[in-house]
């Protein structure tokens, strides 16, 4: 069964810096999507970024992009350039062959101003 | 298009009671899909289906039963209402075999006394 983990309970950083949230997941199979959501404290659950396993380039979107490792299964998410909207919990999922999702366990991010 | 609509927002229930969450989708997706999200977690598959006349269980199906006679309606029935489904839960739908991206509802949440 495919696992996903995020090591990081609460991240804070300052407004207009970076920030890298971390996800590490496990899998057997070769072809897979990966995707960071966000929801914020209205609680609607907005899709940030996905990747594609078979895809070697790094998705970006925006001031979103992410840092996939293959080898090491390991899919972290960095915010440039920080906003009081970016505020709010990030689950790292991972979606199966059947399409299934797999969640993190959210990592809840903190903008300070 | 409304995209997934949920109802109600809240509600809260007596152990034993039982009730049904309704779930809506606009956009003539096949697949629909019901998951819990509890304090510290992430989403957790309950059920799902991928057409009319279609069921199956997923992670977390005990105490719940669901149907879906239409493509557009995917309700959610708690049997008898325990304290362990005090939760908040989220219906998506996706459009079916090869689409990647989920759409969710705005959660209900539900406290069970």
């Known amino acids: 069964a495919q696992t996903v983990t995020q090591s990081q309970p609460e991240m804070s950083v300052q407004e207009a810096e970076t920030v890298t949230l971390s996800c590490t997941y496990d899998t057997s199979e070769s072809d897979y999507y990966l995707f960071w959501y966000k929801q914020p404290p209205s609680r609607q659950m907005i899709l940030v970024i996905r990747q594609e396993a078979y895809k070697q380039q790094n998705a970006t979107e925006n001031r979103f992009s992410v840092n996939f490792q293959k080898a090491a299964k390991s899919f972290s998410l960095k915010i440039s350039d920080s906003q009081l909207g970016d505020a709010a919990m990030y689950f790292c999922?991972?979606?199966?062959?059947?399409?299934?999702?797999?969640w993190g366990a959210g990592t809840k991010l903190i903008i300070k101003p | 298009n409304a995209g997934v609509t949920q109802t109600p927002k809240f509600q809260v229930l007596k152990t034993g009671q039982s009730m049904t969450l309704q779930c809506a989708q606009d956009?003539?997706?096949?697949?629909m899909s019901w998951y819990r999200q509890d304090p510290g977690m992430g989403l957790r598959l309950i059920h799902y289906?991928?057409?009319?006349?279609?069921?199956d269980q997923g992670e977390v199906p005990n105490g719940y039963n669901v149907s879906r006679s239409t493509t557009e309606d995917f309700p959610l029935r708690l049997l008898s209402a325990a304290p362990s489904q005090t939760s908040v839960y989220f219906c998506a739908s996706r459009a079916g075999q090869g689409s990647y991206e989920q759409y969710f509802g705005p959660g209900t949440r539900l406290t069970v006394t």
């Open positions: 999922v991972s979606m199966d062959s059947n399409y299934q999702l797999i």
């Open positions: 289906s991928v057409g009319a006349g279609i069921t």
């Open positions: 956009m003539n997706h096949e697949y």
